[in-house]
């Protein structure tokens, strides 16, 4: 196989692997015993102070490991553990642009996106932090939604129209 592609593949692996690494993080650390450090993003804007939460550490959670497979990778025999801190790095800027800009418009550079996959990723954000304590949260990932999060809009048209189809017979 050419190397490039190898390289390639592994990129987009470790891509992959850390919607499911976000994922386990977010579920099991961030709404347990790291709770301390994710209570504030789960707090309504006005209380919040300044720019900055503690929830922004875990930025350093996943950038130390891109950072260290980077020199890793670069200084040793194993070429191949750089393009793991690739993947980690393409998924930590995926991240930062759908949940921090996107989502929570922590940036204005752009407001509304308008696609049923960008709507499905609003909709499960918002019934993640429907709920602001760590106990029975729910849609914990960043890009794979469940597909209930796809189908509201669709239901909500059907109900109208059995609503109007109702009234009509009346």
């Known amino acids: 196989m050419a190397p ?3 390289y390639t593949l592994i990129t987009l692996a ?6 499911f690494m976000a994922w386990f993080t977010h579920k099991y650390l961030m709404h347990g015993w790291l709770w301390n450090w994710h209570e504030d993003h ?3 804007k006005h209380q919040k102070e300044g720019f900055f939460e503690k929830n922004d550490r875990f930025f350093l959670v996943f950038a130390i490991p891109s950072a260290f497979c980077y020199m890793y990778g670069s200084m040793s025999a194993h070429f191949w553990v750089l393009f793991i801190g690739v993947g980690i ?3 930590g800027l995926t991240y930062f642009l759908i949940h921090d ?3 929570h418009q922590r940036f204005s550079w752009f407001r509304q996106l308008d696609s049923p996959f960008s709507r499905a990723i609003l909709r499960a954000h918002g019934a993640h932090h429907a709920k602001t304590g760590k106990e029975d949260g ?4 960043l890009l794979v939604v469940h597909p209930k999060f796809f189908g509201k809009r669709k239901r909500n048209k059907q109900n109208a129209s059995q609503g ?3 009234v009509t017979s009346k």
């Open 164 to 166: 109007q189809q109702q």
């Open 4 to 6: 490039w592609l190898s």
């Open 138 to 141: 729910e849609s914990f990932g």
């Open 14 to 19: 470790a891509y992959v692997g850390m919607e």
């Open 89 to 91: 790095s393409l998924y």
């Open 42 to 44: 789960h707090r309504p």
């Open 101 to 103: 800009v996107y989502i």
